[in-house]
């Protein structure tokens, strides 16, 4: 069992402690460079926007390149895991409250 195997194999519920930390971590640390490169878009994302957009995000890109994770899976199922679903659409929520469009100068 190598390092990473190991890391993973704690859980909470079916979700491994390890992939959810490293991907609210490395948004966070990534979010000036995010923040930054959206400006010069003409978006104004607070930082701490990112870490609210984290799953919806990652959620989003998982499904799109067709690698469906539990999560994804549980997420796009109809029938079941109503909580996941209402913290998602929560934590999409509250990602796009603070955006705002940067008028010009």
């Known amino acids: 069992m190598n390092t990473i195997e190991f890391l993973r194999q704690f859980r909470v519920f079916e979700y491994a402690i390890f992939d959810l930390v ?18 010069k878009l003409k978006l104004d994302i607070p930082k701490l926007n990112w870490v609210f957009l984290t799953l919806p995000i990652s959620i989003g890109t998982h499904f799109a ?8 899976e549980n997420f796009i199922n109809l029938h079941d ?9 929560g934590m999409t929520i509250l990602g ?4 705002r469009i940067v008028k010009k100068r």
């Open 22 to 39: 490293a991907s609210f971590l490395g948004i966070y640390l990534l979010s000036p460079l995010l923040s930054k490169l959206f400006k």
């Open 65 to 72: 390149v067709g690698t469906i994770t539990p999560m994804t």
């Open 81 to 89: 895991h109503y909580i996941l679903k209402i913290i998602v659409i």
């Open 96 to 99: 796009l409250r603070g955006i």
